[in-house]
């Protein structure tokens, strides 16, 4: 029988996750579909329920229902917990299990594709929504010598630091008290899908190896000019870790890792 996935989300005009899913099953030859479900805003659960009951094994959630997802969920592993939103979940006897795969398919992303360690970086983080949430614990456990979290308000940087703070290294700040250089900078705010700058000053980016914009497709982000002017040594943009948190999700739902360099490639638009 054809085994069914999905992604839900609201609006999902843009999702490339069929795409991706789609072409992870060709690489083994296996017989599954991968829909879009774009549920009603105050219909998640009512959805999920319709798509569980038709059979459905697992689904990917995306905004605005990985708060929803994680809520729903009847066992959580522990970044769902952690940061209190799931973008991946699998169904076991009609149970659903959430998982957070954002973190683990960006350090992935950074260590396996880009080939920039982690153990011992020092980390600005610009942004302290879902998106830094979500990637934080793997970066801990990566071993990253020091965090920063910079946010336009402060107070929601020091909330995550409260949360994370007993696992390493890692404080909060506003973006004027930035005053020396990272090895790695991220723009995990939203601020690129208007885009909008940032006021990271150009001093974070003294020295760095890489500056990693995780919004995908809007080729040279504000932030990522930013981060050239002032010294960035390279750029990224949220390709690599939309494929490889896709991977980890395939490979949790199905037992099998696909190969996500050709998927990269296809995927890749120059930052022109
Ligand atoms: P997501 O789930 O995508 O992270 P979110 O939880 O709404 O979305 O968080 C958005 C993040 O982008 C926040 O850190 C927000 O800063 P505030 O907490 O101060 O609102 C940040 N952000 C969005 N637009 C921004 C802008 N123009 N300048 C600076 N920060 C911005």
């Known amino acids: 029988m054809t085994d069914r996935y999905a992604v839900f989300g609201n609006p999902l005009s843009h999702t490339k996750s069929p795409f991706i899913h789609g072409a992870f099953a060709r690489q083994f030859g296996d017989d599954l579909i991968y829909e879009t479900i774009e549920a009603p805003v105050d219909g998640f659960a009512a959805a999920v329920r319709a798509f569980v009951d038709a059979g459905g094994k697992g ?11 994680a809520d729903l969920a009847d066992e959580a592993h522990e970044a769902v917990v952690l940061c209190g939103a799931s973008n991946c979940v699998k169904v076991e006897d009609g149970r659903l299990i959430a998982e957070n795969f954002d973190g683990v398919g960006l350090v992935r992303d950074i260590v396996s594709n880009i080939g920039v360690e982690i153990k011992g970086r020092r980390v600005l ?57 990272f090895d790695i900078v991220f723009n995990s705010t939203s601020a690129s899908l208007t885009g909008a700058g940032l006021p990271i000053p150009p001093v974070a980016f003294q020295g760095a190896l890489l500056a990693y914009d995780l919004a995908y497709g809007k080729g040279k982000t504000p932030f990522l000019t930013l981060a050239e002017q002032s010294g960035a040594a390279r750029l990224a943009d949220g390709v690599g870790m939309l494929v490889e948190q896709a991977a980890e999700a395939f490979a949790w739902w199905r037992g099998r890792r696909p190969n996500t360099a050709p998927i990269i490639k296809a995927m890749t638009i120059p930052l022109k």
Request: with cysteine.
């Open 59 to 69: 689904f990917n959630v995306t905004v605005p229902f990985k708060v929803e997802a």
């Open 125 to 181: 983080f610009a942004g302290a929504g879902g998106a830094t949430r979500g990637a934080l614990v793997p970066f801990l456990e990566a071993g990253a010598g020091e965090i920063v979290i910079a946010n336009r308000t402060v107070s929601k940087a020091e909330e995550i630091c409260e949360l994370l703070g007993p696992r390493g290294s890692i404080r909060a700040c506003g973006y004027d008290a930035i005053n020396g250089g």
